[in-house]
């Protein structure tokens, strides 16, 4: 009974159709809240989370939240290293396909220790939360009123999906509880109303899910649910009480991967086929896009026009590639409502043909003209529902749309598939976006499809390359510029992060992200970047840096660090055991050259000793040459791979810590005598 190890008790577990009325107002605060100072289960934390609440309705879309949190100590009010406080509210904003979350109706309070309320009267704003390579989240973020000690702050807020032009769609916001969180739980309910209607599969049979595998009915007495459920369509329920937090790892693969969850999912009728479940969403959704790419109206024109006299097959899907790439993709500009679509004329595409004469469309309508002016031009080209790794890592049993809601394209060239994703910006031509790479993807056919494996990146295609020209002081300030540049995925996550900033934002992002390799105390100013808009150029900008006491006096000694740009990675990699694997979103390769004058009347005496380590999937070198009047390093640490199990964390440990200990070796120079006096390696 896994699951039932999570929780010291389960206090109930019902199918109650009297939840449909559950009041969503604030509930009353008791003595007991009041004076709570410490949980059993959790003696010590920061805060704790009296009460949390998730109604989902998929009969409006919709998921209600409710939370309720304690500040217990001074630590919960001091800022983290980004800033941020338990006084800080941060909501999620998810993006699922072409769909982007939509929050409403916020309340939020404060409730001091003396029983007083403090409501929050102001405006949350949107802002992008940073988590690792090629990671982003997006939240609705504000700070909640006179927080202290002993206070208790809630809030509420009700998340849907929404697409403006499609406001008669709707699509479930959510299909899982949300069991654990970051802090212990004192109080949980938990509700799902099923859709009543037909506009998905079959509702006569609904599934559960638990970390990734399909539950027994005997875990949690999930039979009386699904029984209820496939009988009568009644809501489901259940309430926990002392729910550990989970405690997650950096660099883990997505926490929903290894938390309990209850999913829930529309399936057959009968007896449970998975392959045919998947073969059916497969089927509908092939001739869903098989109508919509039906009529030519102009496709066969576009293309013509595209590839002009071309005859090579490899350079005429280039050019049909750039042409679908050149139009305006609505997935990556900001939600509109439907009055300011109204107002810039934005209609609504019903075939590939509207958005052809449009010049605009989504993610997914650009995929879908892809593959239809492919055709036109004689490739074989298909549709492939491919799954979000940003989000979950694709389980099989699991046959829900949901799970595979984004869209890429499969040409076939010279008898081999070419993975392309025209519908996300700036995505270079024959490459796929990484959240879309190395995983389990529906390539459709009139039949249904069949699962196909989308091949990862190598870590050539991923690269970091950063040089140096510097100047160090006597008194160890390091001065001069540098150069950056990105190529491959890196570039393309750049380009993305920063298509709702203007030319200061990403000025500061830049400048930020730069700070983050240095000494603290550094100095980074871009003086330029090229390359946002093409995706077939690098990304390349360029810095003025200063960094104060960058090297040590030890009487006639300056002590150096020989190599500037310090690993990002090596807080992952600080403890002895671990508890769940090391999850890279994709291979990467991190070159750095960096060339540093010595001060006058400086010799060097001694050169750092070249590393060289080696992993099956990893290389990490460095050299050190000094030519009299200047020291120069190169390092290069290349990574190929994505996913590394726990039991290959102590290899990983030691590789890792090899690379650390490279990069923080130092030059010696020493005042005085001829500074061509040492060569070094």
């Not at 009041?23 to 059993?40: F, G, I, S, Y």
């Not at 150069?483 to 500061?508: N, P």
């Not at 791979?641 to 590789?655: D, M, R, S, W």
Request: with cysteine.
């Amino acid at each position: 009974m896994r699951a039932m190890r999570y929780f010291p008790l389960v206090v109930c577990l019902f199918v109650a159709s009297a939840l449909s009325a559950q009041k969503e107002d604030w509930l009353p605060v008791t003595p007991q809240d009041l004076a709570l100072k410490e949980v059993a289960g959790n003696k010590g934390a920061a805060a704790v989370r009296l009460y949390y609440a998730q109604y989902i309705d998929d009969n409006t879309a919709s998921c209600f939240f409710y939370q309720r949190i304690k500040i217990m100590n001074e630590k919960a009010l001091n800022p983290d290293d980004r800033g941020h406080t338990y006084a800080d509210v941060e909501i999620p904003i998810l993006t699922i396909g072409d769909f982007v979350e939509d929050i409403t109706d916020l309340k939020a309070r404060t409730i001091k220790p003396d029983g007083s309320i403090v409501e929050f009267t102001g405006k949350p704003f949107e802002k992008v939360v940073f988590k690792g390579r090629g990671n982003k989240l997006a939240v609705k973020a504000f700070s909640m009123p006179e927080v202290g000690v002993g206070s208790i702050i809630e809030y509420k807020y009700r998340a849907i999906l929404q697409i403006p032009e499609l406001i008669d769609l709707k699509i479930p916001v959510s299909d899982s509880w949300d069991i654990q969180s970051e802090l212990f739980t004192v109080k949980e309910s938990l509700y799902y109303r099923p859709d009543t209607g037909s506009r998905y599969q079959s509702t006569s049979r609904m599934s559960f899910d638990s970390g990734g595998q399909r539950v027994s009915h005997v875990m949690l007495n999930m039979k009386d649910i699904e029984e209820a459920i496939r009988e009568s369509g009644s809501d489901a329920g259940l309430e926990l009480t002392n729910v550990p937090p989970f405690d997650a790892e950096q660099f883990m693969p997505p926490e929903n991967n290894f938390k309990p969850t209850v999913i829930f999912f529309y399936g057959s009728r009968g007896k449970v086929d998975i392959d045919k479940e998947w073969l059916e969403i497969g089927k509908v959704n092939f001739e869903s896009y098989e109508r919509l790419m039906g009529r030519d109206h102009g496709v066969k024109d576009a293309v013509a026009k595209a590839i002009g006299d071309e005859t090579d097959p490899n350079l005429k899907l280039r050019k049909i590639y750039a042409r679908v790439q050149q139009m305006r993709n609505l997935t990556f500009e900001r939600v509109r409502t439907a009055e300011e679509r109204k107002a810039e004329h934005i209609q609504k595409n019903s075939n590939v043909a509207d958005v052809l004469s449009h010049g605009y469309g989504y993610s997914e309508d650009l995929t879908l003209l892809f593959v239809a002016m492919a055709r036109a031009a004689g490739f074989d080209a298909s549709v492939v529902m491919v799954p979000d790794r940003k989000r979950q890592f694709f389980v099989h049993d699991w046959t829900s749309r949901r799970q595979i809601d984004n869209r890429i394209a499969a040409v076939n060239i010279n008898g081999k598939d070419l993975y392309l994703e025209p519908g996300t910006r700036f995505c270079p031509y024959g490459t796929v976006r990484w959240n879309h790479s190395e995983i389990d993807a529906l390539k459709l056919d009139r039949k249904g499809g069949q699962f196909v494996k989308v091949p990862s990146m190598g870590y050539d295609k991923s690269v970091t390359h950063r040089e140096a020209q510097m100047e160090l002081s006597p008194d160890g300030t390091l001065k001069g510029s540098f150069t950056l540049e990105f190529k491959g995925a890196e570039a393309l996550e750049h380009r993305l992060d920063a298509l709702d900033r203007d030319e200061a934002g990403r000025k500061k992002d830049l400048e930020d992200e730069v700070k983050e390799w240095l000494p603290a105390g550094a100095i980074v100013k871009m003086s330029a970047a090229q390359g946002w808009e093409d995706p077939d150029v690098p990304l390349l900008a360029r810095f003025s840096l200063e960094v104060p006491n960058y090297a040590t006096s030890a009487g006639k000694r300056l002590l150096v660090p020989a190599f500037l740009f310090q690993l990002k990675q090596r807080q992952a990699f600080a403890h002895s055991q671990r508890k769940y694997p090391v999850y890279f979103p994709y291979p990467f390769t991190d070159n750095d050259v960096v060339i540093m004058k010595v001060p006058t009347g400086f010799t060097l005496e001694n050169v750092p000793q070249p590393e060289d380590a080696k992993l099956g999937y990893a290389r990490y070198q460095n050299t050190s040459k000094f030519d009299g009047l200047q020291l120069v390093t190169q390092r290069q640490l290349a990574f190929n791979a994505i996913f590394v199990p726990v039991e290959k964390y102590a290899e990983l440990k030691t590789f890792f810590g090899k690379v650390q200990s490279g990069d923080e070796q130092q030059a010696i120079l020493h005042a005085g005598g001829s500074t061509s006096a040492q060569k070094g390696n």
